[in-house]
């Protein structure tokens, strides 16, 4: 039977580290070495998505590894003088992208996405469709591909849809009308999932049963609210809301693919530890980060890969 198999990374910012190294690790894993150059589709949200755009590049993971080390604290660096101009983080985004920019320009250069060695998904949310009839005017996801026919992405630069599906709200400012996919597809799984069997980019589109997916996540920190009667305005639901909406989403993909897919879909979604809660900026956490991935134990995808993926 043929397969169709499909990569999907969660967004999480500077947590992207830990599926970069997962993927370095079951990369170089015995009967799985260079299992990504099988992978069909790649499809990522956010820093997910910019793992999925090197992947679908041709870089290695441990390629991807190394930008989060060496330029993760350039592309989060909150300096005292945009603080002041942000009003202390009240009117303006925490960080600038211009950072951002040159470490995708660096990596992609002017790489179009139809210029890609493999089959690639990214999301993004566009602010405003710009139609000209009036009651058609909105904002709405956006997602990218390259998949050849009518209305595709192909001509979009690399680094650009990078940049758009990491310009987090209140992180990055928005991009040419683009903010972040994660608003509605932090686990892109199901986005991916229904892109194959899209008809009007694919004529044949893969049989489920041909569907093999791996979803992999950033790192779950565990997160509640207590009380049972909130009765909460603004002022107090802002914080929490974004990963509150992220967290949500992520388990609804999760569980769609899962009932869909059934024994073809494996999720990798590692929790920290009830004490350690790392945020999509945490770059002073990324040796712990490390060393929380390379600790992981990974036998079950492991196990599942050489089973559903070779």
């Known amino acids: ?18 599926p970069a190294t997962i993927l370095k690790r079951l990369n170089e894993t015995p009967g799985l070495v260079n299992f990504l150059d099988r992978t069909n589709l790649v499809a990522g949200t956010s820093t997910g998505g910019l793992l999925a755009l090197g992947i ?36 303006g985004a925490d960080y600038e992208i211009e950072n951002l920019k040159k470490v995708l320009k660096g990596i992609f250069k002017e790489t179009k996405l139809k210029d890609l060695k493999k089959k690639v998904l990214v999301t993004a949310f566009d602010l405003d469709n710009e139609a000209k009839e009036k009651n058609a005017r909105c904002w709405k996801p956006k997602i990218f591909h390259n998949y050849e026919g009518e209305g595709w992405d192909g001509e979009e630069y690399a680094y650009k849809v ?25 686990n892109p799984s199901m986005c991916a ?20 997916l791996l ?15 909130l009765d909460w305005g603004y002022a107090q639901w802002l914080k929490p809301l974004i990963s509150l909406m992220m967290d949500g989403v992520n388990g609804i993909a999760d569980y769609e693919c899962k009932q869909i897919l059934r024994n073809n879909y494996h999720r990798l979604s590692p929790v920290f530890p009830s004490d350690v809660t790392i945020p999509m900026d945490g770059v002073k956490k990324i040796p712990y980060m490390l060393e929380f991935a390379n600790k992981l134990d990974l036998s079950p995808v492991t196990n599942w890969l050489l089973d559903k993926w070779n």
């Open 1 to 18: 039977m043929a397969k169709y198999r499909i990569l999907s990374i969660d967004g999480g910012g500077i947590r992207g580290i830990i």
């Open 193 to 212: 999932l229904s892109q194959t069997q899209d008809l009007r980019f694919l004529t044949s589109p893969p049989k489920l049963d041909e569907i093999v």
């Open 215 to 229: 979803s992999i996540g950033t790192g779950v920190s565990l997160t509640y609210i207590e009380g049972k009667n």
């Open 162 to 186: 990078g940049l758009y599906t990491s310009a987090a709200p209140t992180y990055f400012p928005a991009v040419d009308g683009y903010i972040d996919g994660g608003v509605f597809a932090t």
């Open 56 to 91: 679908a590049h041709g870089l290695k993971p441990e390629v991807m590894q190394n930008v989060y080390i060496k330029e993760g604290e350039k592309i989060f660096d909150d300096s005292w003088i945009d603080d002041v101009k942000d009003l202390g983080k009240l009117a």
